[in-house]
């Protein structure tokens, strides 16, 4: 049952989106965005309560939203953990203690609607604002961000050129939004009305169009270090989002592993890690 619910399910929202498009065209748009950034799950579970608790720093407050951050003190560098789409800051807890180790003073974030942040919708422009909000009161000389949020912290510093900022390390980031709107055209069977009103949401409401909101074209401006780690097996976002990004970054290396997949929890990926942020 599960199961048929999975497939039908989104079919069903494309079908009213493409019905209701006919007579309120902005307003579906507006509509099918929202579904798009609504996570189905990243809130805390229970077994993450208490790692989560215990690191627990400042709430900030910014555009209505309650953000939550984590702090583990230390005395070297500070670094700033970003993870992707549905989950939280409990991604990291494999790899703090190695951070530890190094003595990094480690901060972490809940992205909107993730963990003990509060809010519904989550999407790279939002995420990146309120990264900068983090971003200016801890003043990061490293950030690692995985998934979403590789894809968010070479955004955020295309945007913002954060002085404080020495390196970047992305793991298994997407880069095309082009990609995902595809993606999400053939999910849901949405007719090519929808898709030109929702392309004009992006334009209004971000200044961008699909093709235009790209990692690969926002890395040509980057000129800080990054290090980007992909798995030639991700399923979730391929390994030539990566490469498109490398070939544009021009201070990057690239870090091609073959069967860890795309969450990338692995010691040898910790290690090569620290390696770069150390050299």
């Known amino acids: 049952m599960k199961q048929l619910l999975n497939k039908y399910l989104p079919l069903a929202y494309g079908h009213y989106f493409n019905s209701l498009a006919f007579f309120q065209e902005e307003k579906t748009a507006a509509k099918a965005f929202q579904l798009f950034c609504t996570p189905q799950k990243g809130r805390v579970l ?97 950030i690692i961000g995985h998934s979403i949020g590789g894809m968010t912290m070479i955004y955020n510093q295309y945007r913002y050129k954060n002085p404080s900022i020495k390196k970047l390390v992305a793991l298994g980031a997407p880069s095309e939004l082009a990609d995902f709107m595809r993606q999400y055209r053939t999910t849901l069977g949405l007719n090519q009305k929808l898709m030109g009103a929702l392309e004009d949401y992006f334009i209004k409401h971000f200044g961008f169009s699909f093709a235009e909101f790209s990692t690969s074209r926002f890395a040509q401006k980057l000129t800080v270090p990054g290090l980007l780690i992909h798995d030639e097996m991700d399923a979730i976002a391929p390994i030539w989002s990566s490469e498109q990004v490398h070939a544009n970054w021009q201070n990057s290396t690239l870090i091609r592993t073959k069967g860890l997949g795309h969450s990338l929890h692995q010691d040898k990926v910790r290690n090569q890690i620290v390696e770069f942020l150390k050299s």
Request: charged share 25%; hydrophobic share 35%.
């Open 46 to 142: 229970p077994e993450q309560k208490s790692f989560l608790e215990s690191a627990k720093d400042d709430v900030l407050e910014t555009n209505g939203l309650h953000i939550q951050t984590y702090r583990w003190q230390g005395d070297g560098p500070t670094l700033l953990l970003m993870h992707g789409w549905e989950s939280n800051t409990f991604r990291w807890r494999n790899f703090i203690p190695k951070l530890q180790q190094e003595e990094y003073n480690i901060i972490a974030l809940d992205a909107p609607a993730h963990g003990n942040s509060s809010g519904e919708l989550l999407n790279v422009p939002l995420y990146a604002e309120l990264a900068q909000r983090v971003i200016e009161m801890y003043e990061p000389d490293y």
